[in-house]
């Protein structure tokens, strides 16, 4: 089975749009995302209208619940530069569909008469807030998975793509954890402007035991960046938001 992961689209229409048209290419089997469909640029009912005729299953990122105290603005009264703006674009019909997406979603699978779980959360299963650094110590990430019983646990939020396998058995009896952070589809934060997502393939094969049955692929886009920085720079938003876009950090 091949799955999509994608996150932290940020209002960037041409990022998504240009991910979607090579999902089209890859044809995986289920498409996930895991949040933070607004914030940063112009296009966020684009964005979620899109996630929505793809029916794509997603959950809530933090930017997706800050339009709870923003409401959507009815004219550009103000002429100072906010990153509030990208909010208040926000409509009614779509900051409803924000506000009721799940906060993690569990998939199980049934593989060689042994479950294999796999948790997609934002942040992290504690916290739609927390980062997971890949350089966070194999300790707190053991005690993490084994609280949340994530064979594989996939997240976004902070914009830097990995994988990363850890061990959480004890004795002579091992149990290999997946550690997955998709990157970012519309603000990249590692150096690559590209637009990124992760497609991961599970086979029969894979288990607890064999750290090499869960195959990770991280996928990069070229897309016109330039006319995504643009549309910053001619909003309300901050400029330095185009800038962000254009040198990816």
Not at 15 to 24: I, N, Q, T
Not at 29 to 36: H, I, S, T
Not at 78 to 106: F, M, Q
Request: aromatic letters at 8%.
């Amino acid at each position: 089975m091949k799955i999509a992961l994608l996150s932290d689209i940020h209002a960037n229409l041409p990022a998504f749009e240009s991910v979607l048209e090579d999902l089209e290419k890859q044809q995986p089997d289920a498409v996930y995302c895991l949040g933070d469909l607004v914030g940063y640029n112009v296009w966020p009912n684009q964005v979620i209208g899109l996630v929505r005729k793809h029916g794509i299953a997603t959950i809530a990122g933090n930017h997706d619940l800050k339009v709870s105290k923003i409401m959507p603005s009815e004219s550009d009264c103000s002429k100072e530069e906010s990153s509030e703006y990208a909010y208040k674009l926000v409509g009614r019909k779509e900051r409803d569909y924000l506000l009721t997406l799940p906060r993690h979603l569990r998939i199980e699978f049934q593989l060689n008469d042994q479950p294999l779980n796999m948790l997609l959360v934002h942040g992290s299963p504690r916290s739609i807030n927390e980062y997971l650094f890949q350089d966070l110590p194999d300790q707190y990430m053991q005690e993490l998975v084994r609280e949340y019983k994530a064979d594989i646990l996939c997240f976004g939020h902070s914009h830097k793509p990995y994988h990363r396998v850890i061990n959480s058995g004890k004795n002579s009896s091992e149990h290999f954890h997946h550690l997955i952070n998709t990157g970012s589809v519309g603000k990249p934060k590692d150096g690559d402007a590209r637009a990124c997502y992760v497609l991961v393939t599970i086979d029969q094969t894979a288990g607890k035991i064999d750290q090499d049955a869960v195959q990770v692929e991280f996928v990069r886009i070229k897309y016109d960046v330039e006319k995504a920085a643009q549309a910053v720079e001619l909003s309300l938003l901050p400029d330095a938001f185009a800038d962000n876009l254009r040198k990816a950090y």
